[in-house]
């Protein structure tokens, strides 16, 4: 059951169920805010005031009203008043003049710096004077304008019964001017003197109470006095308007909490599966929407909630219980997607790689980076000079880290360039054997490593002639010996058949030379055929050619030595014919110095392996045998001419058969190996399969 239900969790018609659910439940969420917020101007509160007079509608009511009042008698008075100037303060006339004078400074040319102070205050005063007073008189303008805004929107009162006065100027809605006359009313508030009288008397537990306090601070208890009372009539309503909205903000907190947690629980299991197909997968699977750069995600994210909440304020409150839901469900559901692309972003943690603001710095910083590592020098030199001022005048602000970095990027290259230098010397002197050592991929690095390559060429060069050297001096010595060997034979029986007389003998001093002469024959020919072998001048004549057939039919040539030398040959072919691409007399000639070289080399009474594979594109022949002598010497070595698997050369071969074997195989176009392992030796022929 637990496996199921992991394998149902990730399915692609579950997390589209569980997207409709989080959208549902987040316009749930929204809906109910937007019902709260008109209805009771967004104050979840009332669900837990106890009754109107604790509520925060009783003190709105009430604030408004006496902030108006406790400003008209404490500010503005009366209209005669203000037009006298009496709402001017000292202050404000000093910021004035002090604007003005700011100006005068600036602009005028009566300004003298090097007089004092005063004086030129006092130039100023006489100079704008028409200022100052147009500004004194726009002030009262204002102040007047604001007083009879004021009246206008107490007069709109019609429930609260108010009464406001400093003895001589009077703002009342009605004909009570007693206190004990408002008293009569179920609830009033009475500010006169020291003392403020509230009733019912819950309403001075009302903990929203002091900003509605706040604006009688500054009264004049002495004349200024302000009384509030409401009608029965009045207070029956805006109980009952309090009792409906506490009843709307209930059901919309009860609503909220409920979306609230549905839209936590599904939107939280939401990001937990997005994207993968197994809990424990780490392939996050992207899809077509989430090619949009993040940094455009996030740019559209914040264009449509600034849509959603510009449509929001222009819809008609009457309206806007009923298009919330669509308005929202449409936003929602694309802002949703977009987030959860994001989410995808952060698992593959390709968040920020795959911004629009990345992708062009890596590219700008590659483009760069391939010029400096690659590029001439002459466009190197463009970009740093058109580059730099560039990078200097755009972070004007970092202008020292710009520097810094300028510096250590110039010493970094010096750095390289003596540590290129000072390798030359050292190459130049001999010293072969010095690597020049750069970091990173710039110019400088590719030039130390070409200078590295060469010095590894010259290396290799100096390495290879001493070796060739050393193969001259050893093949003129070997060849002297092996040659003067038969020669100085032949040169002392040719002397003692001139002396003897004795047919017997002579016939044995012949049969000498006859095998001496055969010997420097066929050490002549081996010599002529690895020369012309070594050379290429041999022609080649290409064929289809079945090498399980030669091979057979040349081992049934050779079968005579095999009994003589009582080898036991096993010969491993794939059962399908295998055909090569050689020439039938120049391979059989390789063959056969290999054969030859297993003769004269191999284990008397061993076991010798022919094995045939094909490679697909080539065909590898491989010789395996036992050697009768210890081999103490490397596969390179045996490979060079005049080397034989005897260090003492007392075999009759030449040490030219593995070397002709190998240039005849190469000018076929194959490939010829040999392998040491202990007494093992193995020899390889790769040729080119044919293509049927």
């Known amino acids: 059951?637990?496996?199921?239900?992991?394998?149902?969790?990730?399915?692609?018609?579950?997390?589209?169920?569980?997207?409709?659910?989080?959208?549902?439940?987040?316009?749930?969420?929204?809906?109910?805010?937007?019902?709260?917020?008109?209805?009771?101007?967004?104050?979840?509160?009332?669900?837990?005031?106890?009754?109107?007079?604790?509520s925060l509608s009783y003190v709105q009511e009430s604030e408004e009203i006496i902030s108006k009042l406790s400003i008209l008698i404490e500010e503005y008075k009366s209209e005669e008043h203000?037009?006298?100037?009496?709402?001017?303060?000292?202050?404000?006339?000093?910021?004035?003049?002090?604007?003005?004078?700011?100006?005068?400074?600036?602009?005028?040319?009566?300004?003298?710096?090097?007089?004092?102070?005063?004086?030129?205050?006092?130039?100023?005063?006489?100079?704008?004077?028409?200022?100052?007073?147009?500004?004194?008189?726009e002030t009262i303008k204002s102040d007047l304008r604001d007083f009879h805004i004021i009246l206008q929107e107490l007069k709109a009162y019609d429930g609260p019964l108010y009464y406001g006065s400093d003895s001589v100027n009077v703002y009342t809605n009605t004909t009570l001017k007693e206190k004990q006359q408002f008293q009569t009313h179920p609830s009033y508030m009475i500010f006169e003197g020291y003392k403020q009288e509230l009733y019912p008397k819950e309403v001075t537990n009302n903990e929203h109470l002091y900003r509605m306090t706040e604006s009688i601070q500054q009264l004049n208890p002495e004349n200024q006095v302000i009384y509030v009372s409401y009608t029965e009539e009045f207070l029956d309503l805006k109980v009952k308007q309090w009792e409906e909205k506490k009843e709307i903000a209930k059901k919309s907190l009860y609503g909220l909490l409920a979306f609230l947690l549905g839209f936590i629980v599904f939107f939280s299991y939401l990001v937990l599966v997005i994207g993968r197909k197994k809990f424990k997968a780490q392939e996050v699977h992207l899809h077509a929407f989430d090619k949009l750069y993040t940094d455009l995600n996030l740019v559209v994210s914040i264009l449509l909630s600034a849509l959603w909440f510009?449509?929001?304020?222009?819809?008609?409150?009457?309206?806007?219980?009923?298009?919330?839901?669509?308005?929202?469900?449409?936003?929602?559901?694309?802002?949703?997607?977009?987030?959860?692309?994001?989410?995808?972003?952060?698992?593959?943690?390709?968040?920020?790689?795959?911004?629009?603001?990345?992708?062009?710095?890596?590219?700008?910083?590659?483009?760069?980076?391939?010029?400096?590592?690659?590029?001439?020098?002459?466009?190197?030199?463009?970009?740093?000079?058109?580059?730099?001022?560039?990078?200097?005048?755009?972070?004007?602000?970092?202008?020292?880290?710009?520097?810094?970095?300028?510096?250590?990027?110039a010493l970094k290259k010096v750095k390289a360039f003596k540590a290129i230098k000072d390798g030359v010397e050292r190459i130049k002197d001999g010293?072969?054997?010095?690597?020049?050592?750069?970091?990173?991929?710039?110019?400088?690095?590719?030039?130390?490593?070409?200078?590295?390559?060469?010095?590894?060429?010259?290396?290799?060069?100096?390495?290879?002639?001493?070796?060739?050297?050393?193969?001259?001096?050893?093949?003129?010595?070997?060849?002297?010996?092996?040659?003067?060997?038969?020669?100085?034979?032949?040169?002392?029986?040719?002397?003692?058949?001139?002396?003897?007389?004795?047919?017997?003998?002579?016939?044995?001093?012949?049969?000498?030379?006859?095998?001496?002469?055969?010997?420097?024959?066929?050490?002549?020919?081996?010599?002529?055929?690895?020369?012309?072998?070594?050379?290429?001048?041999?022609?080649?004549?290409?064929?289809?050619?079945?090498?399980?057939?030669?091979?057979?039919?040349?081992?049934?040539?050779?079968?005579?030595?095999?009994?003589?030398?009582?080898?036991?040959?096993?010969?491993?072919?794939?059962?399908?014919?295998?055909?090569?691409t050689a020439d039938g007399k120049l391979l059989w000639r390789s063959l056969e110095n290999l054969l030859s070289n297993i003769f004269k080399y191999a284990l008397r009474g061993s076991r010798v392996y022919i094995d045939i594979e094909d490679l697909g594109k080539e065909v590898c022949i491989t010789f395996k045998n036992i050697s009768a002598y210890e081999l103490n010497i490397s596969a390179d070595e045996l490979m060079e001419r005049f080397t034989r698997g005897d260090e003492s050369r007392s075999s009759q071969g030449s040490g030219l058969g593995l070397s002709i074997a190998k240039s005849l195989i190469e000018i076929q176009k194959g490939r010829f190996d040999i392998q040491v392992d202990g007494d093992l030796f193995k020899s390889r022929i790769y040729m080119p399969k044919e293509n049927s």
Not at 496 to 509: A, G, H, Q, T, V
């Open 1 to 54: 059951m637990d496996i199921k239900l992991k394998k149902f969790s990730h399915l692609l018609i579950t997390k589209i169920i569980m997207f409709v659910l989080v959208i549902v439940c987040f316009t749930g969420v929204i809906y109910n805010i937007v019902v709260v917020e008109i209805e009771n101007g967004g104050n979840f509160g009332a669900v837990f005031e106890e009754d109107y007079f604790h």
């Open 82 to 137: 203000i037009l006298k100037g009496g709402t001017l303060s000292e202050e404000e006339m000093r910021g004035i003049e002090e604007s003005l004078y700011s100006d005068f400074q600036a602009f005028s040319r009566s300004y003298n710096p090097e007089q004092s102070e005063e004086v030129n205050y006092a130039r100023f005063q006489e100079e704008y004077a028409d200022q100052i007073s147009q500004a004194r008189d």
């Open 310 to 409: 510009t449509f929001i304020e222009e819809i008609n409150l009457t309206n806007i219980d009923v298009l919330i839901i669509p308005l929202t469900l449409s936003f929602g559901a694309v802002g949703f997607v977009l987030f959860l692309s994001l989410v995808k972003h952060v698992k593959n943690r390709t968040l920020f790689k795959h911004s629009l603001i990345y992708k062009i710095f890596y590219k700008l910083f590659t483009f760069v980076g391939d010029v400096f590592a690659s590029g001439n020098v002459g466009v190197k030199t463009v970009l740093l000079v058109i580059g730099y001022p560039l990078l200097v005048a755009g972070t004007f602000f970092m202008f020292p880290i710009t520097l810094g970095i300028a510096a250590w990027f």
């Open 431 to 580: 010293d072969l054997h010095h690597s020049i050592s750069v970091d990173g991929k710039g110019e400088f690095a590719s030039l130390a490593g070409n200078i590295n390559s060469i010095t590894d060429g010259l290396k290799t060069a100096v390495d290879s002639e001493l070796k060739s050297e050393r193969l001259k001096t050893e093949l003129i010595t070997n060849v002297s010996h092996d040659i003067r060997t038969p020669l100085t034979s032949i040169i002392t029986y040719v002397d003692l058949l001139k002396k003897e007389n004795d047919l017997s003998k002579i016939e044995e001093y012949v049969e000498v030379l006859d095998q001496k002469s055969k010997r420097l024959k066929v050490l002549t020919n081996d010599l002529f055929e690895a020369a012309k072998a070594s050379s290429g001048s041999i022609p080649v004549h290409f064929e289809q050619i079945d090498i399980v057939s030669l091979l057979t039919q040349g081992m049934g040539e050779v079968n005579s030595k095999i009994e003589a030398l009582d080898l036991d040959f096993k010969l491993n072919y794939p059962k399908n014919k295998v055909y090569i």
